[in-house]
């Protein structure tokens, strides 16, 4: 079956760095996106990766190795509203999204 | 004005009623997603339709139907709701000329008595 891991919660300090881990088993592979998703909201896009390496957008990265099935996301001075969901999804070979259940970002002053 | 919009944002109904959620989009896509996200679970995807005629079932699709009335237009019918319904529901477009991102409406909150 197809599967996408990640951490349920993490604890980070304002001001820190925050690495959120994902693994992924599917059934090919058409790319991976990170979202970001505040409590009660909708989800918003992130990072998109379909060739291995990191990929940096401001204060997020994002790292990709296909042949481990693993990225990540990196949260740089971390500020109070990077509070959120921090949601994973990979696209298969039928171009579906796989969605992780997410990982919870507790940012503690 | 949000580029995807669904209506009602929040719903509260009773097993048996029949139910309509209506997602309609500015930006010109022709991939349009309904999903439901419960809390601990990850996004589960109900159906999705790649343009006007052509349907197909995600992989929670029993007890849901959709309608896609035009390429701005997706509607998710709940037939005779039931209280494991209960869930926030979110409407997704996406280009098929582009990566695959995600564009989400601000989600419908349906509760089933």
């Known amino acids: 079956g197809q599967n996408i891991d990640q951490p349920t919660e993490m604890t980070a300090t304002e001001g820190a760095i925050v690495q959120i881990n994902c693994t992924y088993q599917t059934s090919g592979f058409n790319g991976l996106f990170w979202y970001q998703q505040h409590a009660g909201e909708a989800p918003t896009f992130l990072s998109y990766?379909?060739l291995d390496g990191l990929e940096e957008k401001g204060r997020f990265s994002s790292f990709l190795s296909r042949s481990k099935g693993y990225s990540y996301l990196l949260l740089k001075e971390l500020q109070m509203k990077d509070s959120a969901s921090y949601l994973c999804?990979?696209?298969?070979?039928?171009?579906?999204?796989?969605w992780g259940a997410g990982t919870k970002l507790i940012i503690k002053p | 004005d949000a580029d995807v919009t669904q209506t009602p944002r929040n719903r509260i109904t009773k097993t048996g009623k029949r139910i309509m959620l209506e997602c309609s989009q500015t930006?010109?896509?022709?991939?349009m997603y309904w999903y439901r996200q419960d809390p601990g679970l990850g996004l589960r995807l109900i159906y999705y339709s790649f343009d006007v005629k052509d349907i197909n079932k995600g992989e929670i699709s029993d007890g849901y139907s959709v309608s896609r009335q035009a390429q701005a237009k997706f509607s998710l019918s709940l037939e005779s709701a039931i209280p494991n319904q209960t869930a926030l529901y979110f409407c997704?477009?996406?280009?098929?000329?582009?990566?695959?991102?995600?564009?989400f409406g601000e989600g419908s909150r349906l509760t089933v008595l």
């Open positions: 999804a990979v696209m298969d070979s039928n171009y579906q999204l796989i």
């Open positions: 930006k010109g896509h022709d991939r």
């Open positions: 997704a477009t996406s280009d098929s000329r582009d990566t695959g991102e995600l564009f």
């Open positions: 990766n379909v």
